[in-house]
């Protein structure tokens, strides 16, 4: 079994930061890719950012020059640093991680796990 512990969230007036952290835990042999995804009302999950093993990372539009995505291999730990938010950021965000995992089996198998979920709230 793997974990996914989100932190991070909250109600932030518009042009202000937050941080998300999402922490993975248990039977892990890699993990590969990490990333943040949102959900707004009404609107289809979209991805925000990811960051792959060596670092190489992907923004999406909207988040290019206010978000950054790290990670810490060692803590199995992915980061979102989002600055200048906008009302339209308000949202569910999600981290998603990718990679092998140990299940029953002698052999790591690939797999993929989403988070439970942080909401983010812009005032404007």
């Known amino acids: 079994q793997v974990q996914l512990v989100e932190s991070g969230g909250g109600l932030v007036q518009a042009g202000g930061s937050l941080r998300l952290s999402c922490a993975a835990s248990g039977s892990i042999f890699r993990i590969n890719a990490m990333g943040w995804y949102r959900q707004a009302p009404g609107k289809q999950r979209e991805l925000v950012a990811d960051?792959?093993?060596?670092?190489?990372?992907n923004y999406a539009d909207s988040a290019k020059g206010r978000f950054t995505i790290s990670r810490d291999n060692a803590k199995n730990t992915v980061y979102l640093q989002m600055n200048s938010l906008k009302p339209e950021d308000t949202a569910v965000y999600y981290c998603?991680?990718?990679?092998?995992?140990?299940?029953?089996?002698?052999?790591?198998?690939?797999?993929?796990?989403w988070g439970q979920g942080t909401q983010v709230t812009v005032s404007s």
């Open positions: 960051i792959g093993s060596g670092g190489s990372t």
């Open positions: 998603n991680v990718q990679g092998e995992f140990y299940y029953s089996g002698r052999h790591p198998l690939l797999d993929a796990y």
